[in-house]
């Protein structure tokens, strides 16, 4: 079991999808005004990114390397599909929040490109546990970014107020994504260096 464990811990850490491969950005940029909301995006993908390993591992022997892509994407878009169904169903406050960036999933980098890096050339166990690392990688990053965001901005983590005052405005927009990006990268890539 433990030669597998590193296909969980590279997408943690070494292929983390925010930090080190700088991927996925639109969405990171846009959901992460909240922790809460950078969480739920994180598992949104990771459910996607799971589900379309297993099967592209399992599909990828019989597809033709001209039309292996528009397949891929076609099994991609199923699994967003689905996602957006049940969370219109079961979450629609969640599905709400998120809106937009829920279809925009299927043109994320990171599932396409662990997809056309990994799945198509591993098996299922293996392109499961892919699924489940990279996912929780961009889960956590995109949960770190909304807490520091959230924090800094209106003074609270996961909807709670824990500091007094407004916070800084400038935090829980656009400018304030790039910023906390940017250095949360140079903090965990100095962490890796070590």
């Keep these: 079991m433990s030669s597998k464990m590193h296909f969980l811990t590279d997408g943690l850490v070494k292929n983390n999808p925010t930090f080190v491969l700088v991927l996925?950005?639109?969405?990171?940029?846009?959901?992460?005004?909240?922790?809460?909301?950078?969480?739920?995006?994180?598992?949104?993908?990771?459910?996607?990114?799971?589900l379309s390993n297993i099967v592209i591992s399992?599909?990828?022997?019989v597809v033709?390397?001209?039309?292996?892509?528009?397949?891929?994407?076609?099994?991609?878009?199923?699994?967003?599909?689905?996602?957006?169904?049940?969370?219109?169903?079961?979450?629609?406050?969640?599905?709400?929040?998120?809106?937009?960036?829920?279809?925009?999933?299927?043109?994320?980098?990171?599932?396409?490109?662990?997809?056309?890096?990994?799945?198509?050339?591993?098996?299922?166990?293996?392109?499961?546990?892919d699924g489940v690392g990279v996912g929780l990688g961009f889960t956590l990053s995109l949960t770190v970014i909304g807490l520091v965001r959230e924090l800094l901005g209106s003074g609270s983590a996961f909807g709670y107020k824990l500091l007094p005052g407004d916070g800084i405005?400038?935090?829980?927009?656009?400018p304030g994504a790039f910023i906390v990006i940017g250095y949360l990268m140079v903090l965990f890539n100095k962490y890796l260096k070590k």
């Design 24 to 50: 996925g950005m639109c969405p990171t940029l846009a959901t992460t005004t909240s922790a809460m909301n950078g969480l739920e995006m994180g598992l949104a993908t990771m459910f996607v990114l799971i």
């Design 58 to 61: 399992l599909i990828a022997p």
């Design 64 to 129: 033709p390397d001209k039309v292996h892509i528009p397949v891929y994407i076609v099994v991609i878009a199923t699994f967003v599909t689905l996602l957006e169904l049940l969370m219109k169903a079961y979450v629609p406050d969640i599905y709400a929040t998120l809106g937009l960036f829920i279809p925009l999933i299927v043109v994320n980098c990171i599932v396409l490109g662990r997809a056309e890096a990994f799945a198509n050339k591993n098996g299922i166990g293996a392109s499961a546990l």
């Design 169 to 174: 405005l400038a935090f829980v927009l656009a």
